[in-house]
C-alpha cells in the first residue's frame, strides 16, 4: 500500500507515471507490502480475451497457480535502472 499521497499523470517524453502530492523524508517509508489482491487461478486464464491476457501479463504475477494484481497505483511506481526510491526488503 502506498503511504503518501499520490497522483497519475503524464510524464513529458516518458509516458505515465506516479507522483507525490506531499513532500517526502528520507528514509520516509513510502510503500508497505500487503496492498495485493488475488484475482484468479491460472486455469481461468482461458476465460479472458487477448486485451483482458496482455494487460494482466503486464500488471499482474504469479504465486503458486494464482494470479495478483495491486489494489493500489503501486504499478505506476517508477521502475528506472536508476531509481530515486529504494527497496528495503
Sequence with gaps: M????????????KGVGLFA??????????YDEG???KIFHK?????????EIDYY???SWRVGDYIYLSTD???YIN????????DIS
Design 2 to 13: 502506498i503511504k503518501v499521497k499520490t497522483i497519475i499523470k503524464v510524464s513529458p517524453g
Design 57 to 59: 501479463e503486464n500488471y
Design 35 to 37: 496492498s495485493y489482491e
Design 21 to 30: 502530492l506531499e513532500n517526502i523524508m528520507k528514509g520516509q517509508l513510502i
Design 73 to 75: 497505483n503501486t504499478m
Design 43 to 51: 486455469d481461468n486464464l482461458s476465460n479472458l480475451n487477448q486485451h
Design 79 to 86: 521502475h528506472s535502472n536508476e531509481p530515486n526510491i529504494d
